[in-house]
C-alpha cells in the first residue's frame, strides 16, 4: 500500500449503517469522511424472520448513497461488513446480492465474535496504550458484544442476541414505559448475561468500556443532565430509570442530549445496560468513540501491509488441530503451482481465490483430528462453522467447499454454483493431494495442465508416472470422478526429452 492511500469502511448494524473514509499515511489513519444512515434494519424483520420489502428498500436506496461516495475506490481498499439483521434474516440470500449491487462492493456478512474483535480494535486505538484489562461493552441494535482485552489485543470476545432495536420493539413496542415493563425487561437480559458472568464479571478486568450508540447516547443524557459527572454510573443510571418513569413515555422524555434518532430504542438500550452493570459488576462506565467502522479500517490497512490476522488464524488451526505441517506445506506449494499453470496471466485477477486456495490447503486436513474416515467432511465443517478470527461467513464457506470437494466424489457439489475459477482450484487441490499422497518429499513430476473447452488436460511425464503405479491408478480414479459431473480430465503420459 502506498503512503497515501484511501480506504473505507462501512458498517452495517441493525440500527445504523455507517460508512468512514480515511487516509493511510505512514501506518496512521486520517478521518477523511464519514456519513450515518438511521435505518433500524432489525425493525424490519417480521414474525417469520425475514426482512419486509419496505425495509429492503430503505436497505438499497441508503446503500445506494453510499455508493456514490465510494465510486471509484480499488475493491481492495473498501470492506463493508454487516452484522445481526443480516446474521439472522432468513432471506438474506434474497436481498444480500441487491445490497451488493446497490454498494458497488461485497458485503461480509460476519460472526458475532468477529464483530466484537472489530469492535475491540476500533475501541483499543482510540484508547490510552496502557496494560490495563478492559471490558469493552457494544450494545448495538441487534446483539451486545462484550470484550475483554489489553492494549490492542482481545483475550475472550463473546456476542449475545439482545440490542437496543429488538429489546425496544420487545417490550417497549408503543414506547409506554412503567415499572413493570422495565424491570421485565432487565430481568430478561440478565438472564441472556448469565452464562457470560464467570468470564466478564469485574475481577476478570480493570475498567469498564462503552462504545457505539446506546453507551455514547447514555452517557451523554447523564452528563447534560448533571445525572452523572463523566461517562455511565450506577448512580446516574438510577436516576435516569426516575425520569423515565415519571415520563411514562419515549416521545414525553425532555432529556437534554437524547436525539430523536434514539428515542425509540433508548427505553431498550438503558434496560440492557443496566442488566450489564448489575449481572458484571460495573460501577462506572467510561465512553470511547472508536467502534466497528474504525476496527474494520484498522483490520483492512493491516491486511494490506505486513500482518493479517487470518494468517494467524490459519496457524492457530494448525496447531489446534494437530496438522501435518510439512504434509500441509507440500500440498499448498503443489496446489498453488497447478492453479496458476490453469489460471495463467488472469491469476492477478483471481487474487482472492488463489489467497482462499492457499488457505484451505493449509487447512485441508484439520478433520483428521477427528477421524481418518471421511475426514474431509469433518475439516468443511469445522471450517464452515467454527469461530475464526478474520473471516467472513462468506469465506468460511468458500474455504469449507474447497476443502469439501478436495476428497471423495464431486457430485457432492451438483445444484451449487460452480464458476469456472473455482473448478479450477478444487482440480488444483485434488490434484496436489494425490500426488503427495506418499507425505514424502519427492520432486514432483513434470507437468502441463490446461484447461479445454470441456474439460482439462494433464500432461505428465511416463517415466515418472510408470515409477508410482498407485498414483497412475489414484489419476484414473480421478478421471472418473470428472466425468461424473460431465467434466473431460485426460491424463497424457509422454517420454520426457
Request: charge should be negative.
Amino acid at each position: 500500500m502506498s503512503d497515501h492511500s484511501i480506504i473505507a469502511a462501512v458498517d452495517l448494524g441493525s440500527n445504523s449503517f455507517r460508512l468512514q473514509v480515511a487516509r493511510v499515511v505512514e501506518g496512521s489513519l486520517f478521518p477523511l469522511d464519514s456519513l450515518k444512515e438511521t435505518v433500524r434494519l432489525g425493525a424490519g424483520l417480521d414474525a417469520q424472520g425475514c426482512l419486509s420489502e419496505a425495509a429492503i428498500a430503505e436497505l438499497i436506496a441508503a446503500l445506494s448513497r453510499f455508493g456514490e461516495r465510494l465510486a471509484g475506490l480499488p475493491p481492495q481498499c473498501v470492506r463493508a461488513v454487516a452484522t445481526n439483521t443480516f446474521r439472522v434474516a432468513r432471506n438474506s440470500a434474497y436481498f444480500l446480492p441487491l445490497a451488493e449491487a446497490a454498494l458497488g462492493f461485497p458485503i461480509e456478512i460476519i460472526a458475532g465474535r468477529e464483530e466484537a474483535r472489530l469492535i475491540y480494535i476500533g475501541a483499543a486505538h482510540s484508547l490510552p496504550n496502557t496494560r490495563e484489562r478492559r471490558l469493552v461493552v457494544d450494545i448495538g441494535g441487534g446483539s451486545t458484544e462484550l470484550i475483554i482485552g489489553s492494549q490492542y489485543r482481545s483475550f475472550r470476545t463473546e456476542s449475545i442476541q439482545l440490542g437496543c432495536v429488538g429489546w425496544s420493539m420487545r417490550y417497549f413496542p408503543d414506547g409506554v414505559i412503567t415499572r413493570e415493563r422495565l424491570e421485565t425487561a432487565e430481568l430478561a437480559a440478565r438472564g441472556a448475561f448469565l452464562p457470560l458472568v464467570p468470564d466478564f464479571h469485574t475481577s476478570e478486568w480493570q475498567r469498564a468500556i462503552g462504545t457505539s450508540g446506546t453507551a455514547r447516547s447514555l452517557a451523554d443524557i447523564l452528563e447534560l443532565n448533571d445525572l452523572s459527572p463523566l461517562g455511565i454510573t450506577r448512580s446516574g443510571m438510577a436516576a435516569l430509570r426516575e425520569k423515565m418513569l415519571a415520563a411514562g413515555h419515549v416521545d414525553k422524555l425532555v432529556l437534554n442530549g437524547l436525539r430523536d434518532d434514539r428515542r425509540a430504542v433508548v427505553a431498550g438500550g438503558f434496560a440492557i445496560m443496566q442488566a450489564a452493570f448489575d449481572m458484571l459488576g460495573i460501577e462506572r462506565m467510561n465512553i470511547t468513540y472508536g467502534a466497528l467502522r474504525d476496527g474494520v479500517l484498522y483490520d483492512l490497512m493491516q491486511r494490506q501491509t505486513q500482518y493479517d490476522v487470518r494468517d494467524r488464524t490459519v496457524d492457530f488451526f494448525q496447531r489446534r488441530y494437530h496438522v501435518d505441517g510439512l504434509q500441509a506445506n507440500r500440498v499448498t506449494a503443489m496446489a498453488m503451482q497447478l492453479f496458476e499453470a490453469l489460471r495463467g496471466e488472469a491469476v492477478p485477477d483471481d487474487a482472492v481465490l488463489a489467497r482462499h486456495l492457499h488457505m484451505a490447503a493449509l487447512l485441508h486436513e484439520v478433520g483428521r483430528s477427528i477421524a481418518h474416515a471421511s475426514y474431509h467432511k469433518h475439516s468443511a465443517y469445522i471450517l464452515q462453522h467454527a469461530d475464526m478470527p478474520g473471516f467472513s461467513r462468506r469465506e468460511q464457506l468458500w474455504l469449507s467447499r474447497l476443502v469439501l470437494a478436495h476428497a471423495g466424489s464431486l457430485t457432492k457439489l451438483s445444484g451449487e454454483s460452480v464458476s469456472a475459477a473455482e473448478w479450477d482450484a478444487i482440480l488444483a487441490l485434488r490434484l496436489a493431494v494425490l500426488f503427495y499422497r506418499s507425505r514424502l518429499d519427492e520432486t514432483p513430476p513434470e507437468f502441463e495442465l490446461v484447461r479445454q473447452s470441456e474439460g482439462y488436460t494433464l500432461t505428465i511425464d511416463a517415466l515418472w508416472l510408470n515409477a508410482h503405479p498407485l498414483t497412475a491408478f489414484a489419476l484414473t480414479e480421478e478421471t472418473t470422478a470428472w466425468q461424473n459431473i460431465g467434466v473431460t480430465l485426460q491424463v497424457q503420459a509422454i517420454a520426457a526429452e
